[in-house]
């Protein structure tokens, strides 16, 4: 567009000056080689310029030939580059889509149209091709060519450590990317590889500086790298606590500092205080993290915070904790195990009902079975606690890639992810629960079947004194002896159906008695 305007105005200069010569005649005369010409100022502007025009003409003329040769071959150079770089497309989109034969067909076209030295992609092509024919061999030697090239180095080392995956070989994919890393730490796959390495030798301060060249370079974001932080911290805190006790201190506080709600740290931090007598401020973390999420490990050791404290002064501490998180499970167990210990059954049962009402759990069925059996020792109730235990859900714990574990681990044992731990019920019950939820309908018995199993049957016709004499057969032959069997079977099974219970066997509890309503389970 500018150089159009400046076309424009170049015209419309030339006009203007024609027309400023053309209003103002004159003459103009030259005398050359003892001949005088003599033209109007026009004809003499005009000339001028044809001269100067013709002259350009001319010398673009010269300058055309004598390039020539270079703008030929730079022609068919650019004309061959065009055509290598579809072939070097179309290779790439083939290995894409996995087409082997094609990948490797257009390599060998990229290759003889371009300059490998030109062109690194050809080199990463080339090994895509050989991956996809299983020259996996190949392909990793291609790869291992690729380091001596400082712009294909990391495309190299990231080729090679997915080949160590592929192979199982964890400690080579983790040096790859350990040496990608290096270089780059930006990059997702290699910081992230390097960090489980880390984790799992059990450096934390390498770890903690790799977390923080992400956040630096915005690989992770703020409150992400923060979590890790606390994680790695927490960590790093439980292995000082024996050695560095002030160490560990340091680490558990600025853990908990960057994430108030992760009850490891706090409860780490809180200990470690509570080691140097400072309960004031170990209570305080615990109480900020009790009201975030409330955590049975936060209450043992809030309750415990005095090691000479009197079971009241602990169930008190357990009331304090109960009021700042009302009307939940985990608030009312502390109390019932507190009251327990304080032999305050009354509460003790109240607290751990409301615990069962609010999250039904095998823990607080364990509990109430204490209870029961601390305050009256009746073994029947005993036993129908802990058979509630066994179908209800398990307690929350700390689970990771399907291992569950009493303690909270930073790493994952299966899979060497950093804070993989979680703390929620394990799913090994889901299909006992699905079954003890479910009423499903009992077909009914024709009325010609036994009530009772034969082997059942006889072991209590054998128990039974005799009381009623052999029927006779003289008279009624084969029909008595049928009948007296019949009536047998028929005594036998309702004095089976009318055995009492044991002394110590509750039966029963209406609430189950009213649930075992025919009622199918259904889906939808």
């Known amino acids: 567009m500018i150089r159009i305007l400046i076309f424009l105005a170049v015209v419309f200069a030339l006009g203007l000056g024609f027309a400023w010569l053309a209003d103002r005649p004159g003459e103009m005369i030259v005398t050359f080689n003892g001949y005088q010409y003599q033209v109007t100022l026009m004809v003499a502007a005009v000339a001028i310029v044809a001269v100067v025009a013709a002259v350009m003409i001319l010398w673009w003329l010269l300058k055309s030939l004598w390039n020539s ?69 190949g392909a990793r030697e291609k790869f291992e060519r690729m380091l001596d090239d400082p712009e294909m180095r990391l495309l190299g080392l990231r080729g090679l450590y997915l080949e160590a995956e592929r ?48 956040k630096s370079t915005r690989q992770i974001e703020r409150d992400a790298a923060n979590r890790r932080r606390a994680v790695l911290l927490t960590a790093k805190a439980q292995a000082l606590v024996d050695s560095d006790p002030n160490g560990a201190r340091t680490a558990a506080l600025e853990a908990n500092k960057l994430a108030p709600d992760f009850a490891p740290s706090a409860v780490i931090a809180a200990n470690l205080l509570f080691r140097q007598n400072d309960v004031r401020k170990g209570s305080k973390i615990l109480e900020t993290a009790w009201r975030a999420e409330p955590h049975p490990d ?50 003790a049962r109240r607290e751990a009902e409301a615990a069962i009402r609010m999250d039904r759990r095998e823990g607080a069925y364990l509990l109430l079975a204490d209870i029961e059996e601390a ?23 700390w689970v990771a890639d399907g291992v569950v574990s009493e303690r909270w681990v930073p790493v994952s044992p299966v899979t060497g992810k950093l804070d993989a731990f979680t703390w929620r019920a394990p799913m090994e019950r889901l299909g006992q629960l699905i079954e003890s939820d479910a009423d499903v309908a009992v077909p009914a ?74 009622r199918r389970f259904r889906l939808f």
């Open 375 to 397: 305050e009256t020792g009746d073994q029947g109730k005993v036993r129908q606690l802990l058979s509630k235990a066994v179908r209800a859900p398990r307690d929350p714990a």
């Open 298 to 347: 936060i209450a043992e050791l809030y309750t415990h915070a005095r090691p000479g404290d009197a079971v009241l002064d602990r169930l008190t501490r357990a009331k304090k904790l109960q009021e700042m998180k009302k009307n939940h499970a985990e608030s009312s167990l502390a109390v019932a195990r507190a009251a327990l210990d304080a032999q305050d059954f009354a509460t």
């Open 445 to 518: 018995i024709p009325a010609s079947a036994s009530a009772v199993p034969a082997e059942k049957a006889i072991e209590i016709v054998a128990d039974r004194p005799a009381e009623r004499p052999a029927p006779e057969t003289s008279n009624g032959g084969e029909k008595d002896m049928a009948a007296a069997e019949l009536v047998t079977d028929a005594d036998t099974a309702g004095q089976a159906a009318e055995l009492p219970r044991l002394p110590d066997d509750p039966g029963v509890a209406p609430e189950d008695e009213a649930d075992k309503s025919p």
């Open 167 to 214: 192979l199982g070989d964890r400690n080579a994919a983790r040096h790859y990317a350990g040496r990608a890393a290096a270089v780059a730490p930006q990059l997702a796959w290699a910081a992230e590889s390097t960090l489980e390495e880390l984790t799992e030798r059990g450096e934390w301060d390498g770890a903690l500086k790799l977390v923080e060249a992400q």
């Open 69 to 137: 040769p270079y703008t030929i071959s730079r022609y068919f150079r650019v004309r061959r580059r065009d055509r290598g770089y579809q072939a070097l497309s179309t290779g790439m989109i083939a290995a894409g889509a996995g087409d082997g034969a094609l990948a490797r067909k257009k390599t060998k076209e990229a290759v003889k149209l371009i300059s490998s030295d030109q062109e690194p992609l050809i080199h990463l092509l080339d090994a895509q091709a050989s991956l996809l024919e299983g020259d996996h061999e």
